[in-house]
């Protein structure tokens, strides 16, 4: 008779271990399915870069990709923002390269399957996104003239191997962009047209290596993938493959109740498009709209896929196409952003806004409404296990 | 014994305590938001009833995240093609407060009634709502298609 208050103890706690099982339903092992990292579909040729494969192409951009020698005052490259040790990010709210930016800087794991590059998508290709911080004068701050000068002093021989003859640069101006300061601006007008394409179609070159280089920065697998194969092939989890009640309960209500995967969806983990949130702006930065605001941007580069400096043919350019131009659901949209990676790379959000995932998902199940626009999140009633929950799943994303 | 009877009590109580907070937990849980199962039908009449339109991937299969051609096929009732129709394309996900992440337009007449619809792109899981407007010399109608993914 001494034993049955042990055995009661131990029918209780059998019945209790039972609740943590993993037990999804069908439709729920589809989903994690779809989110697992062996679903990634391999990564499609960019026809827009005749050289996006090459790998030579490739060796010279991861030689610009970390070269301070491709910034203005030989201070800053890529990499000084986008650190190969980090994520290829840098752990700040706002970039800082010659100045201070307003955004955060993106991580790359993945970014040549991006058809939107930015937080707004002000830029249609990874070559087209590579040139713009360079002339950016809160980044790089160069001008495209004298980036063209430096290839053909630096790199010339390796440029001319894998992109033929460079143009002669006799005549031209050291300093010229049409995006520059006024001097360089003028020095811009005052080159006849065939000058200023022969700099284009250098500079054009550039960010194609840059991209070939960038196109193999991948997402590698994490805990969740071990986890959502074993789970699929209906094998034991073993090992870290095993998920605590805790992270299970987090990716139920990730792909459930919490709706997180409605737009952190496939195995990237975004949707590839653009959400206002409600996420607040940051008190001492310019005004920033989003996406509503990026529209123009992308439509008036000379480099975006309908422009004169694409390879191949115009089929590719369905994005920018079919571009929704004028619409309030644009108003401060921001990029879905990947969240493999994401636990160990905080601040979150397009500024830095939030310091911890814990605010993060405070932010979305509040869903305040947003300060202009409209936020397309609805109030979540999640208690304080559920919200730890899905934190410890997305620390699954970065294990 | 007794004491036997006392502990199968107990066990008894809990057990009917279980059962009781599961009843409550299931039957307090927040329903599901979701209206009932909408029409997916790929061939509607139009509103008006001017036309009968059916609507359908180019490929035969929807892919989430990419841009894909529809066709959409215009008849009279009577079963000849509508040609030279003009047509608007809106949409969205009425669960979501968002339009549709592109703006499809109709690029091309294939004959017979049918019109290509390029830049379709279902970002996400979930229900889609697709308006079309309709301009022809019969007159203008809407109809409106429903995509569940």
Redesign the interface.
């Known amino acids: 008779?001494r034993h049955?208050?042990r055995v009661?103890t131990l029918?209780?706690a059998v019945?209790l271990a039972g609740c943590g099982e993993p037990d999804f339903s069908d439709t729920e092992k589809k989903t994690i399915a779809s989110l697992a990292l062996s679903a990634l579909p391999s990564l499609k040729p960019d026809t827009t870069n005749r050289f996006a494969d090459v790998p030579a192409a490739a060796a010279l951009g991861s030689t610009l990709f970390f070269d301070q020698g491709m910034s203005r005052d030989g201070t800053v490259s890529c990499s000084t923002c986008h650190k190969i040790d980090r994520q290829f990010q840098d752990d700040l709210p706002q970039a800082v390269g010659v100045g201070h930016t307003n955004r955060r800087t993106m991580p790359l794991a993945g970014v040549a399957r991006d058809p939107w590059f930015f937080w707004d998508g002000r830029r249609d290709s990874l070559w087209a996104q590579a040139l713009t911080p360079l002339e950016n004068p809160l980044e790089q701050a160069g001008n495209r003239a004298a980036y063209a000068h430096y290839i053909k002093a630096r790199f010339g021989e390796r440029y001319e191997r894998i992109f033929g003859p460079l143009p002669d640069f006799a005549g031209m101006p050291l300093n010229a962009s049409p995006l520059g300061n006024d001097a360089e601006k003028a020095a811009w007008n005052a080159m006849s047209g065939a000058q200023r394409d022969a700099i284009n179609g250098v500079y054009a070159n550039i960010g194609k290596a840059i991209a070939a280089f960038e196109r193999s920065i991948e997402p590698a697998p994490t805990r969740f993938d071990r986890f959502a194969l074993d789970l699929v092939t209906g094998a034991e989890p073993k090992g870290d493959a095993a998920f605590s009640k805790e992270e299970i309960l987090g990716l139920k209500l990730f792909i459930g109740?919490a709706n997180c995967?409605?737009?952190h969806?496939?195995p990237r983990f975004t949707?590839?498009?653009?959400?206002n949130t409600g996420v607040p702006p940051v008190a001492d930065l310019p005004p920033d709209r989003g996406r509503i605001d990026a529209v123009a941007q992308v439509e008036a580069d000379p480099f975006n896929c309908l422009g004169a400096f694409r390879d191949g043919d115009a089929s590719a350019c369905?994005?920018l196409?079919?571009?929704?131009?004028d619409?309030p659901?644009l108003i401060r949209a921001y990029k879905t952003p990947s969240l493999r990676g994401a636990a160990t790379r905080p601040p979150y959000m397009h500024a830095g806004q939030f310091s911890s995932l814990d605010e993060v998902v405070a932010h979305y199940a509040k869903a305040a409404p947003s300060v202009e626009g409209?936020?397309?999140i609805h109030p979540l009633?999640l208690s304080d296990r559920e919200r730890a929950a899905l934190v410890a799943f997305l620390k699954t994303l970065a294990e | 014994m007794a004491?036997?009877w006392r502990?199968l009590l107990?066990?008894l109580g809990?057990a009917a305590l279980?059962v009781g907070i599961l009843a409550v937990v299931y039957l307090t849980a927040?329903r599901s938001s979701q209206p009932a199962v909408p029409d997916v039908s790929r061939t509607k009449n139009t509103d008006n009833g001017l036309f009968v339109a059916s609507f359908s991937p180019e490929r035969g299969v929807v892919r989430?995240?990419e841009?894909e051609s529809w066709l959409l096929t215009l008849k009279t009732k009577a079963g000849a093609p509508v040609e030279g129709a003009a047509i608007a394309i809106s949409g969205?996900m009425p669960q979501?407060?968002?339009?549709?992440?592109?703006?499809?337009?109709a690029t091309d007449y294939l004959g017979d009634g049918r019109y290509r619809i390029?830049?379709v792109?279902f970002?996400?899981?979930?229900w889609w709502q697709l308006h079309f407007a309709i301009s022809a010399t019969a007159g203008s109608d809407t109809v409106l298609f429903n995509v569940v993914l």
Do not use: W
């Not at chain 2, 970002?123 to 979930?126: P, Q, V």
């Open positions: 008779m049955f208050p009661l029918m209780v019945i109740k995967v409605t737009c969806d496939g949707d590839n498009s653009f959400h369905g994005e196409r079919f571009m929704v131009k619409a659901q409209t936020s397309e009633e | 004491s036997l502990y107990a066990g809990l279980l927040p989430q995240g841009l969205g979501h407060n968002h339009g549709l992440p592109t703006s499809p337009q390029e830049g792109k970002t996400m899981s979930g």
